[in-house]
């Protein structure tokens, strides 16, 4: 069962344009969704967060938006950077109800070229 | 900035021979879980831990699997006799508190190699 699906393994984006991310969820107990970013041969690393009681979160030029009744969240990079080459996992956790143990997806992979 | 240390970083085993895979979490963090990802596959979770107990475990975690803290510092994740389904990257993971707002910080992982 995938509650969570990221439809697009991989994305290739020009320095300096806009990187989109995207995320579905099938969960509606899902309350917390979380980005991380995965180097190879390294541990995921946490990049950003949305509670479901907002609909946008900012931090520096990571950008989350969440569609509650759409079940999508996105996540844009603007301007994307060569260092943002990395595999992108989106994850969702529900406290109310279900666990806040993330639920994780099977990743995008950006390139963003030089 | 304090991290999540796991060792080894690549463990070759026979199947059917137990293995053990090491983790040091945050000094200050008291949950603590293990994730594995198999190749090509998303990340799942196995188990979490806190206060020297299981707190939650996934179906995949079942009675080949256990987890120990040894001392105040190390935990482990033991598999009993491994298969080669059992091949994957595993991660330790650990975070302040057991809540939503927060983050669980990962090691740089195992690569549980099963021959």
């Known amino acids: 069962d995938q509650q969570v699906k990221q439809n697009s393994p991989s994305l290739s984006v020009q320095e300096g344009r806009i990187s989109i991310l995207n995320c579905d969820y099938t969960?509606?107990?899902?309350?917390?969704f979380l980005w991380y970013k995965k180097y190879p041969a390294e541990g995921p690393t946490f990049l950003i967060s949305?509670?479901?009681?907002?609909d946008k979160n900012e931090d520096g030029r990571f950008t989350v938006f969440l569609n509650k009744s759409a079940k999508h969240l996105s996540l844009h990079i603007v301007p994307s950077q060569p260092g943002d080459s990395a595999v992108y996992f989106c994850?969702?956790?529900?406290?109310?109800?279900?666990?806040?143990?993330?639920?994780f997806g099977r990743g995008t992979s950006l390139i963003v070229h030089p | 900035e304090p991290e999540v240390t796991q060792t080894p970083s690549h463990q070759v085993t026979q199947m059917g021979q137990e293995v053990i895979l090491r983790c040091v979490p945050i000094s200050n963090h008291l949950y603590f879980y293990w994730y594995r990802q198999i190749l090509g596959q998303k990340v799942e979770f196995l188990v979490s831990f806190y206060n020297n107990e299981i707190s939650e475990k996934s179906e995949i975690f079942d009675d080949q699997f256990s987890v120990e803290r040894p001392d105040g510092s190390n935990f482990t994740l033991k598999i009993r006799s491994t298969k080669l389904e059992d091949s994957a990257m595993y991660f330790c993971?650990?975070?302040?508190?057991?809540?939503?707002?927060?983050?669980?910080?990962f090691g740089d992982g195992t690569r549980l190699s099963i021959l």
């Open positions: 993971a650990s975070s302040e508190l057991g809540r939503n707002n927060q983050p669980q910080h």
């Open positions: 994850a969702a956790s529900g406290a109310s109800g279900g666990s806040y143990i993330p639920t």
């Open positions: 969960n509606s107990m899902f309350d917390y």
């Open positions: 949305i509670s479901s009681i907002k």
